[in-house]
């Protein structure tokens, strides 16, 4: 792609499909499409409505920079620092995992169970971005929250989201190394996290869209199981009689985790959530 050559929309986007598959990138239209609206400040419609558009110096500059930046493995949503997770556009960036749809996928489905109940609260253990507790306050408008992490630049993200969402009155963020963070006797109505699960030595075959997410949002130890045993060992205590626990867990993890979870004898109607490809990627459980 040469600077002084006339770049319009439509030609633009068509080199950057073909390099982007070249590089390997599934979505590579999407992806072409996603960027150059970020740099023009438009709706992706406006690309089609505009294809004659020639693009200006900084224009190109900019995109360019992106296009090899996305190359390099860095995802589109860390790229323009936006992302979409149940309806709703979240600032995201370097700091925080990026939103799944896999996610939202189970997150739905526990928030269609709680839409109308009043004066519940719930706890997000791990919350990054805050996609999952601030899309369910923004559903349940019964609830109010607390959302821990133990990175304050990801409370960062989670609290500027809260502001943008409009919700930071019903959200406590809190720092804090998981269950330690909170204190003896408090209780919730309900408890998530998406924790980390990734086994340490599998990081460095993962795409490497996720290796340039934060090494701390991945790693589960050695079996990728850590986290989930701080779960199971902990998270009765901090829940009311009743109140559900509902987490995230990595391929071939569900069955283990539940056994865990029913060896406790603390918790009962179990459900292992599958997502749309059948994939096992929640478990939702509830307190005796």
């Not at 701390?216 to 998270?235: C, H, K, P, Q």
């Not at 009311?240 to 539940?258: C, S």
Request: proline share 2%.
């Amino acid at each position: 792609m040469t600077a002084n050559s006339v770049w319009t929309i439509q030609r633009i986007l068509q080199w950057t499909t073909q390099y982007f598959k070249i590089h390997h990138i599934e979505e590579a239209r999407l992806d072409a499409e996603l960027l150059l609206a970020h740099v023009l400040k438009k709706t992706r419609i406006y690309l089609y409505t505009n294809f004659e558009k020639i693009l200006n110096k900084s224009e190109l500059s900019e995109y360019h920079t992106l296009i090899e930046k996305r190359v390099q493995g860095l995802c589109v949503a860390a790229l323009t620092g936006h992302k979409s997770f149940m309806g709703l556009d979240f600032y995201v960036n370097k700091n925080v995992l990026i939103p799944r749809p896999d996610t939202e996928e189970w997150v739905e489905k526990i928030i269609q169970r709680y839409r109308t109940v009043e004066n519940f609260k719930i706890l997000d253990l791990g919350t990054g971005s805050g996609a999952i507790v601030l899309s369910f306050l923004t559903y349940c408008i019964g609830a109010i929250a607390v959302g821990i992490d133990i990175s304050d630049d990801a409370l960062d993200v989670a609290k500027k989201n809260g502001v943008l969402l409009s919700l930071s009155e019903r959200v406590e963020w809190r720092q804090g190394d998981f269950l330690k963070a909170l204190k003896e006797g408090e209780l919730f109505d309900g408890i998530f996290s998406n924790p980390p699960y990734i086994p340490t030595r599998e990081i460095e075959t993962l795409a490497k869209e996720v290796r340039h997410e934060p090494y701390l949002a991945l790693d589960g130890g050695i079996d990728g199981l850590d986290f989930y045993r701080l779960l199971v060992n902990g998270a009765a205590n901090h829940l009311k009689p009743g109140g559900f626990l509902a987490f995230e867990v990595g391929i071939n993890q569900a069955k283990i985790v539940e056994t865990m979870l029913q060896k406790t004898a603390f918790f009962t109607d179990f459900e292992i959530i599958k997502d749309l490809n059948g994939i096992e990627r929640a478990i939702y459980c509830r307190k005796k």
